[in-house]
C-alpha cells in the first residue's frame, strides 16, 4: 500500500518559517512529480510548487522568493521550505505524487495533508 506521510505543519506568527516534509512509502517502481498544493476555507486547492517529470521545479507566483521547494530522490522526499510566512498562506498543505507501481503504470496519490496557520 503506498502511502504520502507528510510533516511539519503548525503554527507561527507572521514573517516565520516552516518545513514541510512529505515521504513515499510502501512498495513501487519509482516516485515521479512530487508536489505541493494546499487549500484554505471556501476555496479551490491550488498548486503551491511542484517537480515536473524532467526535474523542473514551479512555484505558484505568490510564494516565489518566500518557498523552496527541493526532492531527496534516494529518500523518495520532497520538501517545502516556507520563508517569510503571511497570514494568507493559512491553508492546508496537501503532498501530491505520481507513484508507478511499474515501468509504464502510474496513479496519483494525495497524503493526508498538514495544517499550517500563519497569525499576524
Known amino acids: 500500500q503506498v502511502q504520502l506521510v507528510e510533516s511539519g505543519g503548525g503554527s507561527v506568527q507572521a514573517g516565520g518559517s516552516l518545513r514541510l516534509s512529505c515521504a513515499a512509502s510502501?512498495?513501487?517502481?519509482?516516485?515521479?512529480?512530487m508536489a505541493w498544493y494546499r487549500q484554505a476555507p471556501r476555496n479551490e486547492r491550488e498548486l503551491v510548487a511542484g517537480?515536473?517529470?524532467?526535474?523542473?521545479?514551479n512555484l505558484a507566483d505568490s510564494v516565489k522568493g518566500r518557498f523552496t521547494i527541493s526532492r531527496d530522490n534516494a529518500k523518495n522526499t520532497v520538501y517545502l521550505q516556507m520563508n517569510s510566512l503571511k497570514p494568507e498562506d493559512t491553508a492546508a498543505y496537501f503532498c501530491?505524487?505520481?507513484?508507478?507501481?511499474?515501468?509504464?503504470?502510474?496513479?496519483?496519490?494525495w497524503g493526508q495533508g498538514t495544517q499550517v496557520t500563519v497569525s499576524s
Open positions: 510502501g512498495s513501487f517502481f519509482k516516485v515521479d512529480r
Open positions: 501530491n505524487a505520481v507513484v508507478y507501481s511499474s515501468k509504464y503504470y502510474g496513479r496519483e496519490y
Open positions: 517537480f515536473t517529470s524532467s526535474g523542473f521545479a
